[in-house]
């Protein structure tokens, strides 16, 4: 398999355009849990710019990257403060993959207006079932800060 690039995150347009550019025809797409945008938003949006999207899950980052599948990972940020780029939770694991294991990262614009929130039953079910004790406590936190010195490249 030809190294690819891994999406983490909800690109804009324009990124959609940048792939078609560059004439990429497929792309790794992390699932994006709890709400699964990145099966559901991003994978849809690749097929209807004609690009495969090939859908993993969220912890098999660490497996395509070190299996050397990944020659680059991009993620998708929401604002830029002190020097920081805000991304969604779990950026900061490809990040710390990307660095050790030398492969390129780049943060882009996240597309605008997603709903951001985390209930705990999207925590707690899945399919409809209930897969975890009801009684459970849960905790997600919705973003990161990435330190701009880690990225090879922001758009």
């Known amino acids: 398999m030809d190294k690819k690039i891994l999406i983490y995150g909800i690109p804009d347009k324009r990124f959609y355009d940048y792939l078609k550019e560059k004439k990429i025809k497929e792309v790794f797409v992390s ?3 709890p709400n699964l945008e990145g099966a559901k938003l991003v994978s849809k949006e ?3 710019n004609k690009i495969k999207p090939i859908l993993i899950s969220d912890n098999m980052l660490g497996f395509c990257v070190s299996k050397n599948l990944v020659g680059e990972i991009v993620l998708f940020y929401d604002k830029i403060v002190s020097n920081k780029v805000i991304c969604r939770t779990g950026s900061l694991v490809a990040v ?3 660095k050790k294991h030398l492969v390129p990262i780049s943060c882009w614009p996240a597309k605008k207006g997603i709903k951001k929130s985390v209930h705990k ?3 707690t079910n899945f399919l409809g079932s209930t897969i975890a004790p009801h009684d459970i406590k849960t905790y997600s936190n919705l973003e990161e ?3 701009l010195g880690c990225l090879n490249r922001v758009e």
């Open 145 to 147: 800060e990435i330190p």
């Open 96 to 98: 710390l993959l990307a």
């Open 31 to 33: 699932e994006l849990r």
């Open 46 to 48: 690749l097929l209807k």
């Open 121 to 123: 039953k999207t925590l």
